[in-house]
């Protein structure tokens, strides 16, 4: 079987997802850590997990899952929130920034894309240049806009689950700890299992989709400049 087989991607795209994949990580889950040391917990920072270095993020183990399964992870954050003043609210704001650290770097790269195109710059250097800004943008985009949206997801390990826990009263909160392996398996079905990741993650990318596409017009509103989503998209697959 050739490696291009076991990917879940193209081959030749692997240097501008590997790329995508080690900013999309690195930002989240520094989000996730600068958060926590600044709400009083130093327990990432201890570990030198306040960096925007990405060997200190990303999983050697979860990447390689990502490439060839289209699912993989970076190294969990850890977080006291005992050390924060107000526990359930920092907690949630901790949980959330992760997310909304890849909602942020998804924009900018379509941003990036609308301001090359703008000044003519996306289009007026030779062809190679041209395909590579197309992939690598594109990646960043869509790679960080569907961790934004699957983070969400109220089922742990994932940050929404957290989020969810924090809003919860005590006792139901206790309850919810006490199974919380069992969300993880669930989980872990609903990734690996074809049937169950049909009806509850393939929704969840095409949502990611739906949102990829409200932002790209948005841009359009803003630059006042209309691009063709449709052409972006297949340029990228070109």
Same mark, same amino acid.
């Given at each position: 079987?050739?490696?291009?087989?076991?990917?879940?991607?193209?081959?030749?795209?692997?240097?501008?997802?590997?790329?995508?994949?080690?900013?999309?990580?690195?930002?989240?889950?520094?989000?996730?850590?600068?958060?926590?040391?600044?709400?009083?917990?130093?327990?990432?920072?201890?570990?030198?997990?306040?960096?925007?270095?990405?060997?200190?993020?990303?999983?050697?183990?979860?990447?390689?899952?990502?490439?060839?399964?289209?699912?993989?992870?970076?190294?969990?954050?850890?977080?006291?929130?005992?050390?924060?003043?107000?526990?359930? $609210?920092?907690?949630? %704001?901790? +949980?959330? *920034?992760?997310? !909304?650290?890849?909602? &942020?770097?998804?924009?900018?790269?379509?941003?990036?894309?609308?301001?090359?195109?703008?000044?003519?710059?996306?289009?007026?250097?030779?062809?190679?240049?041209?395909?590579?800004?197309?992939?690598?943008?594109?990646?960043?985009?869509?790679?960080?806009?569907?961790?934004?949206?699957?983070?969400?997801?109220?089922?742990?390990?994932?940050?929404?689950?957290?989020?969810?826990?924090?809003?919860?009263?005590?006792?139901?909160?206790?309850?919810?700890?006490?199974?919380?392996?069992?969300?993880?398996?669930?989980?872990?079905?609903?990734?690996?299992?074809?049937?169950?990741?049909?009806?509850?993650?393939?929704?969840?990318?095409? $949502?990611?989709?739906? %949102?990829? +596409?409200? *932002?790209?017009? !948005?841009?359009?509103? &803003?630059?006042?400049?209309?691009?063709?989503?449709?052409?972006?998209?297949?340029?990228?697959?070109?």
């Amino acid at each position: 079987m050739s490696l291009e087989n076991l990917l879940w991607y193209p081959l030749e795209d692997l240097p501008f997802l590997v790329i995508a994949i080690a900013i999309a990580f690195t930002v989240h889950e520094f989000a996730h850590a600068y958060s926590a040391y600044k709400f009083g917990d130093r327990t990432a920072y201890d570990l030198g997990r306040v960096t925007l270095n990405p060997r200190s993020h990303v999983d050697v183990l979860g990447t390689i899952l990502i490439l060839i399964a289209g699912f993989g992870w970076a190294k969990p954050v850890p977080v006291n929130i005992g050390r924060f003043k107000r526990p359930r $609210l920092m907690g949630i %704001i901790v +949980s959330a *920034v992760g997310p !909304l650290a890849n909602l &942020v770097v998804g924009v900018f790269a379509i941003v990036l894309i609308h301001l090359l195109s703008q000044t003519g710059l996306l289009y007026a250097g030779s062809e190679g240049v041209y395909k590579a800004l197309i992939h690598l943008c594109y990646y960043l985009f869509s790679i960080n806009l569907m961790l934004f949206v699957f983070n969400l997801i109220p089922i742990p390990p994932l940050d929404g689950y957290r989020i969810v826990a924090d809003l919860l009263p005590l006792k139901w909160r206790y309850k919810l700890e006490q199974n919380i392996q069992w969300g993880i398996i669930l989980f872990l079905l609903m990734v690996f299992i074809p049937q169950l990741r049909a009806v509850t993650i393939e929704p969840i990318l095409s $949502l990611s989709v739906d %949102i990829m +596409s409200g *932002v790209w017009t !948005l841009c359009e509103a &803003v630059f006042s400049k209309p691009m063709d989503w449709d052409r972006f998209v297949i340029d990228f697959l070109a």
